[in-house]
């Protein structure tokens, strides 16, 4: 039997719209209480609104998907060669989820965790509720030209539409703006003939958790079950009534993350690299 120092992969944890690696603090702090060692990259141009320049907003409008999936590309190929780590754990937020899920198409990886996934090519989120949520960002046309952000009124009905006030506060006191481009890539790929959304689903090899929380007004839960669907017998989705889009900590979250550690147990994910203290990076 191999020993728990081998028993458990890293895992690289990918944020989503308007996020950080800091977002996935409390996802990081559950992995690390299980005994592993957690890497969480921050997008390029990802910075609090406050904190980020004009010259930085301008870069942004011109990045888009295939820039993250490159940077990611990148971050992995050095955690192979600096940290050892050759098939890690991958797990998504949001459009982190879409990114994971297109990694682990082309990429090798112990498993993959999905937390309310964006909606890759060829399974469409649009309803109200979506619309609502996006809100004033809607009516910046072309939007691939701007950036995007979220206010309170946003997060309060379509992110953390669950959460308590304090906590909805918070989260948009850390919120970054988004790039249109990224996000019209992922809402409207016909529009720039884009292909950053198309995931190869027969190529992703590891066992996969889909989480969905039914209350979920940005990808609503029907884009999770097709999701799941897609992946077939590999995948599993469990869905949590209470749940809203922000499935990565605050209320509710010690649910979610009993499920996943039940999810973890059944597998046993056992890959061959050591795991070392946790470090978030």
Not at 45 to 58: D, F, G, I, P
Request: net charge positive.
């Amino acid at each position: 039997m191999a020993s728990n120092l081998e028993a458990k992969p890293a895992v690289v944890l990918i944020h989503g719209m308007w996020g950080t690696g800091e977002t996935l603090n409390e996802v990081a702090q559950a992995f690390a209480s299980w005994g592993y060692r957690t890497f969480s990259p921050t997008l390029p141009l990802h910075r609090v609104m406050v904190q980020t320049s004009t010259v930085e907003r301008k870069q942004l409008t011109h990045t888009g998907l295939d820039d993250y999936l490159r940077f990611l590309n990148g971050y992995l190929d050095d955690l192979k060669l600096n940290h050892g780590v050759e098939r890690p754990m991958l797990l998504g937020h949001s459009m982190g989820g879409l990114l994971a899920l297109k990694l682990a198409s082309q990429r090798p990886h112990c498993g993959l965790v999905l937390l309310s996934p964006a909606a890759p090519r060829g399974i469409s989120a649009w309803g109200m509720s979506v619309l609502r949520t996006m809100g004033r960002n809607l009516l910046k046309f072309p939007t691939w030209w701007y950036t995007l952000s979220l206010n309170l009124a946003n997060v309060r009905y379509g992110i953390a539409n669950t959460q308590p006030l304090p906590y909805q506060q918070q989260i948009t006191e850390q919120l970054c703006y988004e790039s249109g481009r990224a996000a019209t890539q992922i809402l409207m790929p016909w529009l720039l003939q884009s292909d950053a959304t198309q995931v190869q689903f027969a190529g992703v090899s590891g066992p996969v958790l889909v989480i969905s929380g039914q209350q979920d007004r940005i990808t609503p839960e029907r884009v999770h079950w097709q999701i799941a669907d897609r992946l077939g017998g590999k995948a599993k989705l469990l869905k949590f009534t209470a749940a809203c889009h922000w499935t990565v900590g605050g209320q509710g979250f010690d649910d979610i993350a009993t499920g996943i550690e039940s999810w973890l147990s059944q597998h046993g994910l056992i890959c061959l690299e050591r795991t070392q203290t946790r470090s978030v990076g």
